[in-house]
């Protein structure tokens, strides 16, 4: 770990930057600053938590700053229990059924990614990773059987479901059994769904849901290539 975007050269190159006082490098550092000074609320399906665990995540692989961790963790718990308010405790299995499970992309794709980047941040423990890995596994069973547009391969509520499945079962393997079932559950999405719905309906180009909904749906197959081709293998 880290798995997933993280690795080893690309964490010296954005140390390189923080050296180098980028301004790349400096507003992000301002925006960890702000979220470990205060406590935000989640903001649309919980993106502004998501965003700040990761942003924090990121901040603390380059410069080991235990209040950076803290905050990142702080967030990351309320991604896995709360829905509005960081203790609001309104969260948990059922969060992502709001909207259809929309939220799968917050809580279960870019969550497992925030998972990945905290897995061995002090304050991590093997209680927090399972109770994480209980959640994935339940958000996603969930999606599986009555989110919308689960079976619709080219849709970006399907793409949130499928980095949600494909990002927890890469982060988790070795920390439980189910990550392989996770993994078996991406490999079959993408070769017997993404990879023909894709070639069929992308053919000349032009994205059919809008340029406004590929950008993420892009993002997050660019992720799980790169992800994929580092991927320990499977005992």
Avoid at 105 to 124: E, K, N, Q, S, V
Avoid at 166 to 177: E, K, L
Wanted: net charge negative; with cysteine; aromatic share 12%.
């Amino acid at each position: 770990h880290p798995r997933i975007l993280l690795k080893a050269e690309r964490l010296a190159a954005l140390r390189a930057l923080r050296d180098a006082g980028a301004p790349s490098w400096r507003r992000l550092a301002d925006k960890c600053d702000e979220y470990a000074g205060q406590t935000i609320d989640s903001g649309y399906e919980a993106w502004d938590w998501v965003n700040a665990s990761l942003d924090l995540a990121m901040c603390n692989a380059v410069s080991s700053r235990p209040d950076y961790a803290r905050a990142a963790l702080r967030y990351f718990r309320a991604v896995l229990d709360d829905h509005y308010k960081v203790g609001d405790g309104a969260g948990g299995d059922d969060v992502v059924h709001h909207d259809d499970g929309y939220s799968i992309r917050t809580h279960g794709c870019f969550g497992a990614i925030a998972y990945d980047w905290l897995h061995d941040a002090p304050g991590m423990t093997d209680e927090l990773r399972k109770h994480a890995i209980d959640r994935f596994v339940a958000w996603n069973k969930w999606f599986g059987e009555s989110g919308y547009n689960r079976d619709q391969p080219i849709a970006n509520y399907f793409m949130g479901y499928f980095g949600s499945v494909a990002f927890s079962g890469i982060a988790a393997q070795g920390d439980d059994p189910r990550a392989g079932d996770l993994l078996k559950r991406a490999q079959h999405m993408f070769s017997s769904g993404v990879v023909p719905t894709y070639t069929q309906k992308l053919a000349g180009g032009d994205f059919p849901e809008g340029w406004q909904y590929g950008d993420m749906v892009g993002a997050i197959l660019a992720i799980f290539a790169d992800a994929e081709a580092r991927r320990p293998a499977a005992p």
